[in-house]
């Protein structure tokens, strides 16, 4: 297995492993239609939405399920039009249980009332309030609300619309601006007016070509928004990362981006954006990449709520005995040990490893070779963070700046003694979380 390395990254695509398990074809996407969505009611940072809706209830798409009160959070909408069977605890596969409203499908697909306006005629506050009804959330991964995320206190001169899918295996964002380019640019329109920038930058990775040609050609006619090819190294996607290689400026290390002028949003959730606008549908969709060993491999459009399980059969089963199950991405994601757990609005991967294809983990001790120190991308020490872990030494975790680490796992994926470098830092961090009280 190859393990190019790069100052602050990895190429992944020298993996001959991964690239093995990959999407060919990721411009085809293919719809599920579920029999039955279990949709937990905090898909979101922040609080968890209450739910609003009875058993028995018949419910349109597109309807508010669950909705949030005065703090942060992000409404939840039903995925399908059906009946309300159940509303219960289900097994997130994380060793946690949730709440979700269990929706029978009708398989009517009856849609909530739309509505159409042009860009002129929306303020900044209509898009922003419209974007916050609609539930819309980071689809990049943080699912942070982005109603919050398009209201800002600081003066924004730039956006800069995040296509750098580096996940290897993950071919959403692409399938997604290939497909729905022209509501992309759309999308981009509104987020620019919605926090008054000047200029709109849309970042994609160098080895998405037919994305990079036909994102390119729709906005060749704008005269604030353009196409800037980046990199294809793990995690050029981080908000940190792809700052750097666009600007040539390092992210603030307190604060954000835009404390310098620039907004940094995924390309998924601005299409999101659009579609909460015109025609004033919510979040109740999204692509999802199926890969690995499954017997075919997907780009799937499917409704927030559907079962692990229902995803899989729609991918024709296991193709071999399956050893991990990862929704989200193969190096930030999360192993789930349940296929009744249901897909969210930050599901754009499933990822399924059998047991000949998962690798040994178990840890050996750390040989000072200093490869994580080479790949991380912010320039922490991760191996002296995982020792002072270890060690219950937190004063000596935060001045090694543990909380500005952003679990890319690439400490991790390159250590040759297999530590668990990533894990142990994350933990360190919710540590002195808890601490700070």
């Known amino acids: 297995m190859g393990k190019q390395v790069f100052k602050g990254g990895i190429d992944l695509h020298q993996d001959s492993a991964l690239h093995l398990r990959g999407i060919d074809n990721y411009k085809n996407v293919e719809s599920i239609h579920p029999k039955k969505v279990?949709?937990?009611?905090?898909?979101?940072?922040?609080?968890?939405?209450?739910?609003?809706?009875?058993?028995?209830?018949?419910?349109?798409?597109?309807?508010?399920?669950?909705?949030?009160?005065?703090?942060?959070?992000?409404?939840?909408?039903?995925?399908?039009?059906?009946?309300?069977?159940?509303?219960?605890?289900?097994?997130?596969?994380?060793?946690?249980?949730?709440?979700?409203?269990?929706?029978?499908?009708?398989?009517?697909?009856?849609?909530?009332?739309?509505?159409?306006?042009?860009?002129?005629?929306?303020?900044?506050?209509?898009?922003?309030?419209?974007?916050?009804?609609?539930?819309?959330?980071?689809?990049?991964?943080?699912?942070?609300?982005?109603?919050?995320?398009?209201?800002?206190?600081?003066?924004?001169?730039?956006?800069?619309?995040?296509?750098?899918?580096?996940?290897?295996?993950?071919?959403?964002?692409?399938?997604?601006?290939?497909?729905?380019?022209?509501?992309?640019?759309?999308?981009?329109?509104?987020?620019?007016?919605?926090?008054?920038?000047?200029?709109?930058?849309?970042?994609?990775?160098?080895?998405?070509?037919?994305?990079?040609?036909?994102?390119?050609?729709?906005?060749?006619?704008?005269?604030?928004?353009?196409?800037?090819?980046?990199p294809s190294v793990y995690p050029q996607g981080s908000t940190e990362m792809l700052f750097k290689t666009i600007t040539g400026k390092e992210a603030p290390a307190t604060g954000s981006t835009r404390d310098l002028g620039y907004l940094i949003i995924n390309v998924a959730t601005t299409v999101a954006v659009f579609e909460a606008i015109d025609p004033g549908i919510p979040l109740s969709h999204r692509i999802c990449s199926v890969v690995g060993d499954v017997k075919t491999q997907k780009n799937v459009y499917f409704p927030i709520g559907t079962s692990i399980e229902d995803m899989i059969d729609f991918c024709n089963g296991f193709d071999g005995k399956p050893s991990k199950i990862i929704t989200g991405g193969f190096m930030m994601g999360k192993t789930v040990d349940t296929m009744a757990a249901s897909l969210t609005k930050s599901a754009n991967g499933l990822i399924v490893i059998n047991k000949t294809h998962d690798q040994d983990s178990t840890p050996s001790p750390c040989i000072m070779c200093a490869r994580c120190v080479e790949v991380c991308p912010i320039g922490l020490l991760p191996h002296q963070l995982e020792k002072n872990y270890l060690k219950e030494n937190w004063k000596r975790l935060e001045k090694l700046y543990v909380d500005s680490c952003i679990n890319c796992g690439c400490c991790t994926y390159i250590c040759p003694a297999r530590r668990h470098l990533a894990e142990h830092i994350v933990a360190g961090q919710q540590m002195i979380k808890e601490r700070q009280g």
């Not at 309300?84 to 009517?108: H, P, S």
């Not at 003066?155 to 290897?168: M, S």
């Open 38 to 230: 279990y949709i937990p009611v905090q898909q979101h940072i922040g609080e968890v939405a209450e739910v609003i809706v009875t058993v028995g209830e018949e419910v349109f798409l597109g309807q508010p399920i669950a909705k949030i009160g005065d703090g942060l959070g992000a409404n939840v909408h039903a995925s399908i039009s059906g009946k309300i069977i159940a509303i219960e605890k289900i097994d997130q596969g994380q060793g946690e249980e949730m709440t979700c409203v269990i929706i029978e499908n009708d398989f009517r697909e009856q849609p909530r009332e739309v509505h159409h306006e042009t860009i002129d005629e929306l303020t900044p506050e209509i898009i922003v309030e419209r974007v916050e009804a609609a539930g819309v959330v980071g689809l990049g991964g943080a699912t942070f609300p982005s109603h919050v995320k398009l209201n800002p206190k600081e003066k924004i001169h730039t956006c800069i619309f995040n296509g750098a899918e580096c996940e290897p295996l993950l071919m959403a964002d692409a399938a997604l601006m290939v497909t729905q380019g022209e509501k992309l640019i759309r999308g981009c329109e509104l987020v620019l007016k919605a926090v008054e920038a000047k200029e709109g930058i849309i970042a994609i990775e160098n080895d998405k070509q037919e994305a990079i040609d036909v994102v390119r050609n729709l906005c060749q006619d704008s005269l604030n928004i353009s196409v800037i090819e980046v």
